[in-house]
């Protein structure tokens, strides 16, 4: 059974940094691409970050330059680094993956993707 959890969510001034991390049971990352997405209030689901089985990373526009996603494969778990941190990256943020995609590919469409973690809240304050 797979199984992504969450954690290092929480309250930020903005300017701030949080990381974030997800960890993986029942699937090995190091296998397969891995991804963050994250939804505001009334919005869809949004793609943030990915990284590749090669360690390629890719970033949506607009946290380009600000956070870093990163893997740890002694760990089994993917972080999210998130530095000058503004009010409009309040949001739940979520980690996924799905074993279709086990190169450097990954799905910018959150209906496109099989396992979920369950979320974690990250609230910055302005």
């Known amino acids: 059974q797979v199984q992504l959890v969450e954690s290092g969510g929480g309250l930020v001034q903005a300017g701030g940094s949080l990381r974030l991390s997800c960890a993986a049971s029942g699937l090995t990352f190091s296998h397969y691409a891995v991804g963050w997405f994250r939804q505001a209030p009334g919005k869809e689901r949004e793609f943030v970050a990915t990284?590749?089985?090669?360690?390629?990373?890719d970033y949506s526009d607009s946290v380009k330059d600000r956070f870093t996603i990163s893997r740890d494969n002694a760990k089994n778990t993917v972080y999210l680094q998130m530095n000058s941190l503004k009010s409009e990256d309040t949001a739940v943020y979520y980690c996924a993956t799905d074993p279709r995609y086990y190169s450097d590919y990954f799905a910018r469409r959150a209906d496109e993707l099989a396992y979920w973690g369950q979320g974690t809240q990250v609230t910055v304050s302005s």
């Open positions: 990284i590749g089985r090669s360690g390629y990373t």
